[in-house]
């Protein structure tokens, strides 16, 4: 009685530009920055690959730049159910009867991605219904990681 199915999706080759990195790598503003910042370059630390901190980005570090395109390929776990279908015989000793079917399952949603690229998730959409700007990420949120467990009853 037991049964497993999986769907596994993923894209090869697709760069992604990822404009959160503008935000917290570029200095327009002097809070709410990334980690990434902590290895700016200074004289103290030439050897970076971190533009120098300054406000208001006379620097230009925020300019649209190849420098925030990142490989956007990834392979995901879609979706997994895992679940067991009782017998009909082992039905009819334990209800006499009363249920036709009963399956009891565990399934999950985005369980697992691989990938290298550094937003939230590769597998950018459209923000705020721009059809304009595909493959940008301007970190929208990523896909809910979602598990279940059920129970499937049939009279």
Do not use: C, K
């Not at 079917?101 to 705020?128: A, C, M």
């Amino acid at each position: 009685g037991w049964y497993a199915s999986m769907f596994w999706n993923g894209v090869q080759g697709n760069d992604v530009y990822n404009a959160t990195r503008v935000w917290t790598e570029g200095a327009l503003r002097l809070f709410n920055a990334g980690s990434a910042v902590l290895d700016a370059w200074t004289p103290e630390e030439p050897n970076t690959n971190i533009p120098r901190v300054v406000n208001t980005d006379p620097n230009g570090n925020t300019r649209t730049s190849d420098r925030f395109v990142e490989d956007g390929s990834f392979l995901r776990l879609q979706n997994l159910r895992v679940g067991y279908s009782f017998s009909e015989s082992i039905l009819s000793n334990f209800s006499n009867g009363f249920f036709s079917n009963l399956n009891l399952f565990l399934s999950g949603t985005n369980l697992l991605t691989f990938t290298n690229y550094s937003g939230y998730d590769p597998e950018v959409g459209f923000r705020f219904n721009n059809f304009n700007q595909p493959g940008i990420d301007n970190g929208s949120f990523p896909r809910p990681l979602t598990v279940t467990l059920g129970l499937e009853v049939n009279f």
